[in-house]
RNA sequence: GGCCCUAUCGUCUAGUGGCCUAGGACGCCGCCCUCUCAAGGCGGAAACACGGGUUCGAGUCCCGUUAGGGCUGCCA
């Protein structure tokens, strides 16, 4: 393709970005971008019924945190207004221009006004006809019938017996009889102008020249062929990209449990987490790489390549994403990606950096960023009574006759120790030495430590643990539960 | 109902007539490591929906069946 690509993301602002729009989303800006093309956003708000600014603020949201920046749409900075040269990017904005291609299509007499009822416009059988039966309805009663204050739909006069096709930039030749597509309606009764319509004079007018989407698009496609050869433009490229479905092969819906994408942000799920597992959904790259950042995808993504059967949205496989993705964090950007998921007291209880030592602790343990509080409390405040489990402290502690001697002991032993020497290889020599002397197995020996200084029989390494509490914090724990042995 | 689409392990997928006794990943199971929990390492179970063709040869091409899905709006 000489020229570059113009590939546009249009979503209607009627609800919140969900995974399979993001995925659209995704898969255009890869096309685009890969391409050295454009990525442009378009609002597609011609149902005002539907229309939400909150919707739409929802959408630039969750595609600002999938970093999928736009070249051309609206200002994500000031709603309502947009960036590029073919502003504005909101299709209720822009009523003139499909006026001014409606009147191209008046005048070449390729539309008409139609006067048909419901009834008129359903067959005997019940079912809804698609051609209308007023079709070749003369101008002048057309007109004479609008003077009279008629309030009817502009049809497109469908030719009859052509076969649309199309080469499909995934399912690759698709045809469809123009006898299937009938006289669909461009603008309602009311005048407002309708999807199919719009699309068409935007697309236009925005010089887009490839068009991705979702599968359930395929039959708006024929429509908007013969829209644009009705105007004298060669179509752009069409590509359908299946459907995501639940686990249980049906539609994704709340059942489903989260599916907008800003639940799995606030669930802590890494943007680039959730843009590689995405992709991976009706695409792969040919070889083995799964792994793959956004830069990576955008070289390797290829219509072409995409699945033609619906995949289903596994949730541990983004788990296992996120994962990988948080792992290989440097300490200062898993700090700040946790900063909105913990208590803001946490960076003040003993500073910036001490957070930090502790969330690096529990760094790989974690699957999504809202584990880390739950995880690593006890660093930030003794765990009392209630906070503790009490089937372990019964098993470790109140139950564990070796208990007060394995916490004396060495207690005792690291009391001794200045703040300096509270190092792993100090303590190693205490715990050592107690371990061979009492004859007693160092789980027999740590477990009792860890649940009096965590409340719990889970945790870091156990000089990981000791050495970032620190000396004071340690002792001061362990004497609490020497008092009660 | 009509029109259209799809069909490889539970899931995401590789596979474009011989390289397939079907590869990778998630999940699952086992073992190793080990102070707990993870991580990590090693290994394992697990699929070409079914039936006909075409061909020397079919997961790969064709037809049918079955099963899913989409569309069928004066929504997008």
């Known amino acids: 393709m000489p020229d570059k690509l113009r590939v546009r993301f249009a979503p209607s602002p009627s609800g919140y970005l969900h995974t399979g729009g993001a995925r659209t989303a995704l898969f255009n800006y890869l096309w685009a971008k890969g391409q050295g093309g454009s990525f442009i956003l378009r609002v597609e708000d011609t149902d005002e019924e539907r ?252 219509p072409t390549r995409c699945t033609k059967s619906a995949g289903a949205f596994n949730q541990d496989k983004l788990k296992h994403y996120n994962e990988l993705y948080i792992r290989e964090l440097s300490a200062d950007e898993l700090t700040e990606r946790l900063r909105p998921f913990v208590p803001p007291i946490w960076f003040e209880h003993r500073g910036e950096d001490y957070a930090r030592r502790v969330f690096v602790l529990q760094q790989e343990k974690i699957s999504y960023l809202t584990e880390m509080e739950q995880n690593t409390w006890y660093f930030f405040r003794d765990p009392l009574e209630e906070d503790s489990n009490e089937k372990n402290v019964a098993k470790f502690l109140t139950g564990n006759a070796d208990a007060k001697k394995v916490l004396g002991e060495i207690h005792d032993a690291m009391e001794s120790l200045s703040d300096e020497q509270w190092a792993e290889e100090r303590l190693t020599l205490i715990v050592e030495a107690f371990v061979e002397s009492s004859g007693l197995g160092r789980g027999k020996v740590m477990q009792p430590w860890r649940v009096a200084l965590t409340g719990d029989s889970i945790s870091p390494g156990f000089y990981d643990l000791v050495v970032t509490l620190g000396r004071d914090t340690v002792l001061r724990r362990v004497e609490e539960w020497l008092k009660k042995l």
């Open 51 to 302: 229309s939400t600014e909150e919707s739409m603020r929802a959408i630039i949201s969750g595609l600002q945190w999938l970093g999928l920046d736009w070249d051309e749409g609206p200002d994500p900075g000031e709603f309502g207004a947009s960036i590029g040269p073919h502003a504005p990017y909101y299709q209720s904005m822009r009523r003139p221009l499909h006026q001014q291609y409606m009147q191209r299509l008046w005048d070449e007499d390729k539309v008409f006004y139609c006067p048909a009822t419901a009834e008129e416009m359903t067959g005997s059988d019940g079912i809804k006809l698609l051609f209308s039966p007023y079709r070749d309805i003369s101008r002048e009663e057309q007109q004479k019938r609008l003077a009279d204050g008629q309030v009817m739909p502009v049809r497109f006069r469908c030719p009859r017996d052509v076969d649309v096709r199309w080469e499909d930039a995934v399912r690759g030749e698709v045809k469809i009889s123009s006898n299937e597509v009938g006289d669909f309606v461009l603008f309602k009764g009311n005048g407002a102008p309708l999807y199919n319509f719009v699309v068409v004079c935007d697309d236009i007018d925005m010089q887009i020249t490839n068009v991705l989407r979702g599968e359930d698009h395929i039959s708006n496609t024929p429509k908007q062929i013969l829209l644009h050869r009705a105007l004298g433009q060669e179509p752009p490229m069409f590509g359908h990209v299946p459907l995501i479905v639940g686990m249980d092969r049906q539609r994704l819906s709340k059942r489903h449990g989260a599916t907008a994408v800003d639940a799995y942000e606030e669930m802590g799920v890494l943007p680039e987490a959730m843009v590689n597992f995405l992709a991976l959904i009706g695409w792969a790259p040919g070889d083995d790489r799964e792994k793959m950042t956004l830069a990576e995808l955008k070289t390797a993504f290829d």
